[in-house]
Nanobody, 126 residues
Framework: QVQVVESGGGSVQAGGSLRLSCANS????????IGWFRQHPGKGREGVAA????????VYADSVKGRFTISQDNANNTVYLQMNSLKPEDTAMYYC???????????????????WGQGILVTVSS
């Protein structure tokens, strides 16, 4: 059974930083992608960043490029999203998801992912 658990959310002032963690287990294949997504109130879920299992091939949404960094600690099977220079518009529920091997922009498509965490709230105040 696949388990995906996010942690590390919270509240921060604009310009500050937060690091989200995603612990995932139970996926039978090593050929997987781990992605971070977010959902603003009343909006659909959007891709933020994704990475191949093993830590290669990071991809980012244009809105977070240069501010967010996705990485993986292979030793404990955890994926991190380091968020710097946060803006009020980054306020959202953030979700981690695990999916099959994907290519290109598919890695930021939420409909391509099968297994999701429960979500964690990030609030950025101005």
């Amino acid at each position: 059974q696949v388990q995906v658990v996010e942690s590390g959310g919270g509240s921060v002032q604009a310009g500050g930083s937060l690091r989200l963690s995603c612990a995932n287990s139970g996926y039978t294949s090593i050929w997987k992608v781990i992605g971070w997504f977010r959902q603003h109130p009343g909006k659909g879920r959007e891709g933020v960043a994704a990475i191949y299992n093993g830590g290669s091939g990071p991809v980012y949404a244009d809105s977070v490029k240069g501010r967010f960094t996705i990485s993986q600690d292979n030793a404990n099977n955890t994926v991190y999203l380091q968020m710097n220079s946060l803006k009020p518009e980054d306020t959202a529920m953030y979700y981690c998801a695990v999916g099959p091997w994907l290519y290109g922009s598919e890695r930021l498509s939420p409909e391509k992912y099968n297994d999701w965490g429960q979500g964690i709230l990030v609030t950025v105040s101005s």
